[in-house]
């Protein structure tokens, strides 16, 4: 099988990112994002999604952590897109319920070349250490719209924001998994319009 893998670069007045990202992987990342909650979640991301992931992104985190935290997303986006091509053969939809202790996440995402995004998730604290966690929908928002990916994320509860968001990352991945799963039966491209 041709390999599913895309490298970006992008750079910005704020932020400067290189991105490697394979989907047929074996969970390693190495990551050097300059905003320490952002690299535990991409690493958590890319284990239980059987991904490959490098980032190397300098940002103006002097300011927040809001541009390197948006830009990830972005790049991120891009790089899932373009590594599926096509999307010939891919089971289209995933979808991952996780728990994390007191919480439960549930993600679901159609790679449907329509993006949006559907963030039902109460986040009791403003913030996790340093990190401010409205990002979380910022980083889903631009993730799902370069991507062009249908996601929703659904919190059905808990009470410790670290464990909510660990979950929602965990279960995004795991969807993610399944949906870029190539499919036997699936013959072409998974659409009655004969594209996505």
């Not at 972005?74 to 091509?85: N, R």
């Not at 549930?106 to 790679?111: A, E, G, P, R, S």
């Not at 409205?134 to 924001?161: D, P």
Request: net charge negative; hydrophobic share 40%.
């Amino acid at each position: 099988m041709e390999s599913r893998r895309a490298f970006i670069e992008r750079n910005t007045g704020e932020t400067q990112i290189k991105l490697d990202f394979s989907v047929d992987g074996e969970g390693i990342s190495d990551l050097k994002t300059g905003v320490p909650f952002m690299s535990h979640m991409l690493d958590l991301f890319t284990k239980h999604g059987h991904f490959n992931l490098t980032v190397d992104a300098t940002g103006d985190i002097e300011v927040d952590d809001h541009h390197t935290t948006e830009d990830i997303g972005i790049c991120l986006g891009y790089a899932l897109k373009e590594a599926l091509g096509d999307k010939k053969g891919i089971k289209r939809y995933g979808s991952a319920f996780v728990p994390m202790d007191e919480a439960l996440a549930q993600v679901v995402v159609d790679l449907s070349n329509r993006p949006h995004l559907e963030f039902r998730a109460e986040l009791p604290s403003q913030k996790v250490g340093t990190f401010d966690t409205e990002l979380v929908h910022e980083f889903l928002w631009k993730l799902a719209l370069e991507a062009r990916m249908n996601l929703h994320v659904i919190v059905h509860y808990g009470q410790n924001t670290h464990h909510i968001i660990e979950a929602i990352f965990k279960a995004l991945a795991r969807a993610l998994d399944e949906a870029t799963t190539i499919d036997s039966r699936v013959k072409g491209i998974p659409s009655t319009k004969g594209m996505l």
